[in-house]
């Protein structure tokens, strides 16, 4: 009879169409579907998320102004700026539909009452939106508590001279930030003047609208980030819902906006237990053409067996659908290598072949490799990474941070630490007694659980007054 009840409540929840934050979004979706409510997807229209997976949630497209040109390209800022302009109007429109749809029902599923928006953070135009309509809006940041601060501090790191960064300061600590040094700060390198004032300005809007909503959900658990928690708390006076990891709350659908090759998986069955390195470097991060035949001659020469995801756009500048292969590698690294186009990703990491994780330190790998027990190789590329690979390198532990410019005898060295040597299997303890955490955390009784109860009593909490502001 509860379960009845509590379905009756709606959440209306508009994600970044990125694929990092698309995953996090669904799965938070998925989690308080299961635990009673309704769940419709607003989404811009360019990218739309698989339905398909998801046939309880209603998914709704709305229209961005987005161009085919400027939605392929890889440079991400111009494109969120953007959307935080375009998808203003649509978004209201739709919300008021939907509001005026619950309003004059009478009777069905149409009636159930929107509770409250849940918006990703970066969306920061959300909460503008929200307000108008007396709605709540809860914000969702998808990448970890500390990259969050570091995006919080920048107005102060400008005006104490840290930012921008030159090369003579790239070692300095930032002592506003430990244990961040200057290059680990999370800043999107290679843009002129004019994009690096649009995105300072983007990341005190997000800042300033996370603060004005009615709390912050986060896709960690309290043990990962006590310290970081604890900051977090002073600096943003609302309520904070630390559920993750989201993926072994509720093991969702997959929302891949790329296809999956599961080949692999038959490959890694045919190899020996934590023998395999796994490399991924998400769905945006690059390399030139020098770096990627230095990191192929590197994985041919440490003799490690590895997956290797090769997608679409990994080599900057490529015209060709295919990468070029330097002349003898698929030769020499026949029967030790598997390349795929994209991998299912958290099937990969919890297989017992897969021993280390070469990843771009994207959050969403960060955590899912930290949850199966999968030390890592760092190469962070942009923005939060380069907090992300600090924190797995020099706080936690379970990683090795590969600094300077790709080079295949470093690359062999490197691998062979993580994945043969002993350093590598203290730092494989260390990810094992995480996972441990991690898993404890989500139990019932769990800090994550505890905390997703707080959550959905927030969200009850709301939805009647939400009913009677719109009686």
């Known amino acids: ?43 811009p229209r360019f990218i739309s998320p698989n339905s398909y997976n998801y046939p309880h949630f209603t998914f709704i497209p709305i229209h961005d102004g987005i ?88 107005p102060v790191l400008r005006q104490k001279g840290y930012l921008p960064i030159s090369d003579s300061q790239l070692e300095t600590p930032v002592k506003e930030l430990p244990p961040l040094r200057m290059k680990d700060l999370p800043v999107f390198n290679g843009h002129d003047q004019e994009t690096l004032m649009g995105l300072n300005q983007l990341l005190i809007s997000m800042v ?90 590197g994985l041919a020469k440490s003799k490690c067996p590895f997956l290797w995801v090769v997608r679409s756009g990994l080599v900057q500048d490529s015209e060709q659908a295919e990468p070029v292969w330097p002349d003898g590698f698929l030769e020499m690294i026949s029967g030790k290598g598997c390349i795929v186009k994209w991998a299912p990703q958290q099937d990969v990491l919890a297989h017992p072949a897969v021993g280390g994780f070469w990843s771009h330190n994207g959050w969403n790998s960060t955590l899912e490799s930290i949850c199966e027990g999968v030390p890592m190789l760092c190469r962070p590329n942009f923005g939060d990474q380069m907090v ?38 203290e730092m494989r303890e260390r990810v094992m007694a995480l996972k441990e955490k991690a898993e404890v955390c989500v139990r019932k009784g769990g800090c994550s659980n505890k905390h997703l109860g707080d959550l959905i009593a927030q969200i009850r909490g709301v939805s009647l007054q939400t009913r009677l502001e719109y009686k």
């Not at 509590?6 to 938070?28: A, D, Y």
């Open 1 to 43: 009879m509860e379960e009845q009840k509590s379905r009756r409540v709606r959440l209306v929840l508009f994600p970044c169409p990125l694929q990092g934050h698309i995953n996090p979004m669904l799965q938070l979706a998925s989690i308080l579907y299961s635990k009673g409510f309704s769940i419709t997807i607003i989404h």
């Open 67 to 154: 161009s085919g040109i400027q939605a392929s390209i890889s440079d991400v800022l111009p494109l969120l700026s953007l959307l935080n302009v375009n998808c203003a109007v649509p978004l209201q429109d739709c919300l008021v539909r939907l509001l005026s749809d619950t309003n004059s029902a009478g009777g069905g599923e149409e009636e159930e009452p929107i509770a409250c928006l849940i918006s990703d953070a970066i969306m920061h135009f959300t909460q503008g939106v929200a307000d108008s309509l007396k709605l709540p809006r809860l914000a969702l940041r998808t990448s970890s508590i500390e990259s969050f601060l570091a995006f919080a501090a920048f």
């Open 208 to 297: 300033d609208q996370v603060k004005a909503s009615s709390g912050l959900i986060l896709n960690t658990f309290d043990y990962l980030e006590q310290s970081s928690l604890a900051a977090l708390a002073q600096e943003f006076p609302i309520p904070v819902f630390t559920i993750g990891p989201f993926h072994k709350l509720f093991p969702a659908s997959s929302s891949s906006l790329l296809s999956q090759d599961h080949s692999c998986i038959a490959w890694l069955d045919t190899q020996a237990p934590r023998s395999v390195i796994y490399i991924s470097f998400g769905s945006i991060a690059s390399m030139d053409e020098s770096e990627f035949v230095e990191m192929a001659w």
């Open 388 to 425: 992300n690979a600090r924190y797995v390198s020099h706080v936690w532990k379970v990683g090795l941070h590969l600094e300077n410019r790709l080079e295949r005898g470093e690359i062999e060295r490197n691998i062979r630490r993580l994945m043969v040597e002993k350093e590598g299997e």
